[in-house]
């Protein structure tokens, strides 16, 4: 089958997926069900609204299913629980994939483990839980036949059955050799770029489809880092996750009507300025063009307060045949590369006598200018380690023993991000077993050559237990001095910190998104104390500033899709 128009498959398609993928059932939490006289429980099938069959022959990911499909069950779940979710009860139900419309173009692979008759395939369930985590997931794989031309359109729809659930129904429009837009690489960061500088970034896309695309949107956006200083009124304005400092970001909509031709590419009238702020580091820009007609791209806004922009009018000109390895699927960049962090470790000197319980306050600070985003790593904690003094055992501590073979040092984990002007406290108790006169127990980070410490001379601190005023402290630049027994040392709330959170927690509260001097903590939440070294945890330097084309864990939202680039195969499936 055709559609009408070449392009009006797409209207619902590529906005559905700024929709939500998930229904929560209000006030339900995990195990709820429908009891008798009750509303049925909403459960939402999830998967790619639109795929795309190229017919160049070329596979994007080969071997792999273009369609994955799962449920979001009723209820919340928290991912990050250490408990496992309490399932739905419910008395089985079933999963019903319809690919009929498919037949006349494309050969299709229905999910294994269901009752298939021709293209229809059924799939018996009775596990359910809240979330879509633990849930029940299916693949669906395209390839098309030698019939196939560009045009050809089909939907595959899924439904679900069930007593005292009520699904989603869900649709996934498949087209043959539809708009495919690359995204024209990004020059890498100018030599002697630094924090502050104003990076120029020519956007453009080459369609390597076989159809035009009739109107095109333009999506990018900046980490915490960045910021856009020019607008144009045909671009619309937003920032997003901005209770969450991994995902957040300044975001923009332009909007570009007309036809843009198969083979050919296109370039912006204008590069888009991309500030850096004084304390940026790592911070990522990206960017993509997606086959949306101007009228339908209100959509795409969902989820985020987008405001209208003023000014000029940003505008799309041709750019010949383009060269095809100046594209890629993916543009991004991390920006800047060039600035450096100030961590300080300190310790504390606490005073008491034997068989007393005192606290012992350590403290890791960042006096900036850059922050720690940790955003490739998605929050990997920064890691210390602390030695108890001589005499002394731990009663309580918010930290982890390094192993059981030496209990006297700890290691402690301080979410990222790690603001430029963050503190985070940790407050351990000891138990004094015996008096030893300067007793020291040193509090340092991993030793590497980290590039962006700018002052490794405060990276060690030292706890000082019944001190005489006369020990060696290299590196401590600061502490506490407290008195004996449980008032001694610092306080058991987290410290003498000036901002950041609880010392028990070893993390600080969240600041907005956009937090400059006086914010504290980060919104990451608590990380695992593992055992892992390093100054992030697990993968060091590499997480913190590697640039991982097309690992877009930042450029959430937008059109979301799947192009699936099939070729063409002999044999049934």
Not at 87 to 111: C, E, Q
Not at 153 to 166: C, D, N, P, Q, R
Request: proline share 6%; net charge negative; hydrophobic share 35%.
């Amino acid at each position: 089958m055709r559609p009408s128009s070449l392009h009006s498959p797409w209207v619902r398609a590529a906005v559905a997926g700024v929709a939500a993928a998930g229904l929560a059932a209000g006030g339900l939490a995990g195990g709820a069900h429908a009891a008798e006289g009750q509303a049925p429980l909403p459960v939402a099938i999830t998967g790619p609204d639109k795929v795309d069959l190229a017919l160049d022959g070329a596979e994007s990911e080969p071997g792999e299913p273009q369609i994955r499909l799962g449920l979001t069950g009723p209820g919340e779940y928290d991912p990050d629980s250490d408990t496992d979710p309490e399932p739905v009860p419910n008395d089985g139900y079933r999963i019903t994939v319809d690919a009929t419309a498919l037949g006349g173009f494309a050969k299709v692979r229905l999910p294994k483990w269901c009752e298939a008759t021709g293209l229809v395939a059924v799939c018996e369930e009775n596990t359910l839980y809240p979330g879509d985590a633990y849930n029940p997931s299916w693949t669906v794989s395209l390839d098309l036949k030698d019939t196939a031309e560009a045009g050809d359109f089909g939907k595959i729809k899924v439904t679900g059955e069930g007593a005292g659930l009520t699904f989603q129904e869900h649709t996934v429009d498949v087209l043959v050799g539809g708009p495919e837009l690359l995204k024209k690489k990004l020059p890498g960061e100018p030599g002697g770029f630094a924090a502050g500088d104003t990076y120029e970034a020519p956007l453009g896309f080459r369609n390597v489809g076989s159809m035009s695309a009739d109107g095109v949107v333009l999506r990018f956006g900046g980490t915490r880092g960045l910021s856009f200083p020019d607008e144009y009124d045909n671009c619309s304005y937003a920032e997003e996750n901005a209770d969450n400092l991994i995902r957040y970001q300044k975001v923009a909509l332009c909007t570009f009507e007309g036809e843009f031709l198969p083979g050919k590419a296109y370039e912006l009238s204008e590069p888009v300025r991309v500030e850096t702020a004084g304390f940026a580091l790592g911070d990522i820009f990206h960017y993509g063009f997606d086959a949306v007609g101007a009228a339908d791209a209100g959509a795409l806004r969902a989820g985020a307060d987008y405001r209208k922009g003023s000014g000029r009018t940003l505008t799309l000109e041709p750019a010949g045949d383009g060269d095809a390895g100046d594209y890629a699927e993916h543009a991004e960049i991390d920006l800047p590369t060039q600035n450096t962090y100030d961590l300080d470790l300190t310790g504390a000197r606490v005073a008491g006598a034997q068989g007393e319980t005192v606290d012992v306050g350590v403290a890791l600070a960042n006096h900036g200018p850059a922050w720690i985003g940790a955003l490739r790593s998605g929050g990997e904690p920064l890691g210390f380690t602390v030695q108890i003094p001589e005499g002394a055992s731990v009663v309580d501590s918010p930290c982890r023993p390094v192993n059981d073979e030496t209990p006297s040092e700890y290691r402690c984990r301080a979410d990222t991000p790690f603001l430029e002007d963050d503190r985070r406290d940790f407050v351990f108790k000891l138990r004094i077993d015996k008096v030893v006169e300067g007793a020291k127990g040193k509090i340092s980070l991993p030793e590497w050559d980290n590039p962006w410490e700018g002052d490794p001379s405060n990276d060690a601190g030292w706890i000082v237990l019944n001190g005489t005023g006369d020990e060696e402290t290299p590196g401590d630049t600061g502490g506490t001095t407290g008195g004996t027994g449980e008032t001694g040392g610092s306080d058991s709330a987290g410290g003498t910190g000036t901002s950041g959170g609880s010392g028990s927690a070893g993390g600080g509260t969240g600041d907005s998104a956009t937090g400059g001097s006086g914010s504290s903590g980060t919104s990451g939440g608590q990380s695992p104390q593992g055992d892992d070294g390093g100054l992030l945890a697990s993968t060091g330097s590499q997480a913190l500033l590697a640039s991982a084309a097309g690992v877009l864990a930042l450029a959430l939202g937008g059109v979301l899709f799947v192009v699936a680039r099939r070729r063409r195969t002999a044999g049934t499936v």
